[in-house]
């Protein structure tokens, strides 16, 4: 699904640095969240906001800073990043609440 | 919170054969119950939901069942292709409320020519 999209696809980084991942939908799409993906820990789900200025934490929000000043965009931002950090990052966007949920193509955040 | 469990974690069948996948949730008051397909470094795509006002819903070679009593959902896929083969994610939530869907941890489908 073109209409959201995620950079950068690829970062490498050093802990201890602040990274900050980029989610764009075209959709004018209400709800935005943010999944980490672990290997056998499926998708867990970070921070989700429900409109511009609301947010609220997931199931593994320490570490993680996010904000929603526009509709569009849902950025998160690792202050101080770990090697813990190190996993494959997926936004996603839905109409409503438990509406499908569009992923974008994921960041994958390796920190060294 | 909820909870979702997921069995196999991984499974095999020949072409051709069945693949079920099972979930458990925990939260009763879950009534939304979305599959996730992800291909290898590929994004989750949903392929098939259901709400718990119906207990199967079919979508050509992919069925869903749910039962509320027992807090189980399964994911049928009959006449399995090779390009059947990825991770699929079963998920619980609550419809109508501000509450986020929660995912299990994926079942890896090898569909073997």
């Known amino acids: 699904d073109a209409g959201i999209t995620q950079s950068p696809r690829y970062k490498i980084t050093e802990t201890g640095r602040q990274v900050t991942l980029m989610c764009h939908q075209t959709?004018?799409?209400?709800?935005m969240f943010w999944y980490r993906q672990d290997l056998g820990h499926g998708l867990r789900l970070i921070y989700y906001?429900?409109?511009?200025?609301?947010?609220d934490k997931g199931e593994v929000p320490d570490g993680y800073v996010v904000s929603r000043s526009k509709t569009e965009n849902f950025p998160l931002t690792l202050e101080s990043a770990t090697r813990s950090q190190t996993s494959v990052y997926f936004c996603?966007?839905?109409?409503?609440?438990?509406?499908?949920?569009?992923f974008g193509d994921g960041t994958r955040l390796s920190i060294l | 919170g909820e909870n979702v469990e997921q069995h196999p974690s991984t499974l095999s069948v020949q072409e051709g054969d069945s693949a079920v996948i099972k979930c458990t949730y925990s939260?009763?008051?879950?009534?939304?119950f979305p599959w996730y397909k992800q291909e290898l470094g590929k994004r989750p795509q949903l392929i098939i939901d259901?709400?718990?006002?119906?207990g199967e819903k079919k979508d050509q070679r992919i069925a869903v069942t749910l039962n509320k009593t027992a807090k189980h959902f399964s994911l049928h896929i009959t006449e399995t292709q090779p390009e059947d083969s990825a991770v699929y994610f079963c998920?619980?939530?609550?419809?109508?409320?501000?509450?986020?869907?929660?995912f299990g941890p994926g079942t890896s489908l090898s569909v073997i020519p």
């Open positions: 996603a966007s839905s109409y409503r609440e438990s509406q499908p949920q569009h």
């Open positions: 959709w004018s799409h209400s709800y």
């Open positions: 906001s429900a409109a511009a200025d609301i947010t």
């Open positions: 939260d009763s008051a879950s009534n939304y």
């Open positions: 259901i709400r718990s006002n119906v």
């Open positions: 998920a619980a939530g609550q419809e109508t409320s501000y509450d986020k869907v929660i």
